[in-house]
């Protein structure tokens, strides 16, 4: 199970950190991502995280203002995003993968959360 949080309302230029907190399996065995979907939009990939943490992906638009970490002692996976655009504001979800390596691809995810909004103000 996969329990997302930390979303909300922003302004442009304003940081939000999103956490996701994994239960029911080896949470420190598989890697984890980050996608978020905008309305009318379909599901996008944001970031990923290999199992032991050490690798990471990111989309081209948020490289260098989006950071992903995990912390396998807490079975938790955050998103700290800087810098937000309102282009960054959509429903933002955890995924769990079935593979230990950083993927951008959903279909290398299994688990998914419920999601948490992000809105961005201009």
């Known amino acids: 199970q996969l329990v997302e949080s930390g979303g909300g309302l922003v302004q442009a230029g304003g940081s939000l950190r999103l956490s996701c907190a994994a239960s029911g399996r080896t949470f420190s065995g598989y890697a984890m991502g980050w996608f978020r979907q905008a309305p009318g939009k379909e599901r996008e990939f944001v970031a990923s995280i290999s199992a032991s943490g050490r690798y990471t992906h990111y989309a081209g638009d948020v490289k260098d203002r989006f950071t992903i970490s995990r912390d396998n002692f807490k079975n938790t996976v955050y998103l700290q995003m800087n810098s937000l655009k309102p282009e960054d504001a959509a429903v933002y979800y955890c995924?769990?993968?079935?593979?230990?390596?950083?993927?951008?691809?959903?279909?290398?995810?299994?688990?998914w959360g419920q999601g948490t909004q992000v809105t961005v103000s201009s």
């Open positions: 995924a769990g993968g079935h593979v230990t390596y950083s993927s951008p691809r959903s279909n290398d995810y299994t688990s």
